[in-house]
């Protein structure tokens, strides 16, 4: 199972950064802080981003303590 769950990360992993490497040759201004600002210029962006992070830490470093 854990190879499953390695593999499916690596593959988000490349799949992002080739997104990445493809903005970038498109639009040359595009850079990461550019990007991240724009995208966490929509309410339900950062609500989902708070969301995901809660239940990160929730599930992988809280579960590990009680």
Do not use: P
């Not at 708070?50 to 303590?65: E, M, R």
């Amino acid at each position: 199972m854990i190879v499953i769950s390695a593999g499916a990360f690596l593959a988000c992993a490349a799949a992002l950064a080739v997104a990445g490497w493809l903005v970038g040759r498109r639009y040359a201004e595009a850079s990461v802080t550019a990007m991240f600002d724009r995208l966490m210029s929509e309410r339900a962006i950062r609500l989902a981003v708070i969301v995901v992070w809660w239940w990160l830490g929730w599930h992988f470093l809280a579960g590990k303590t009680l």
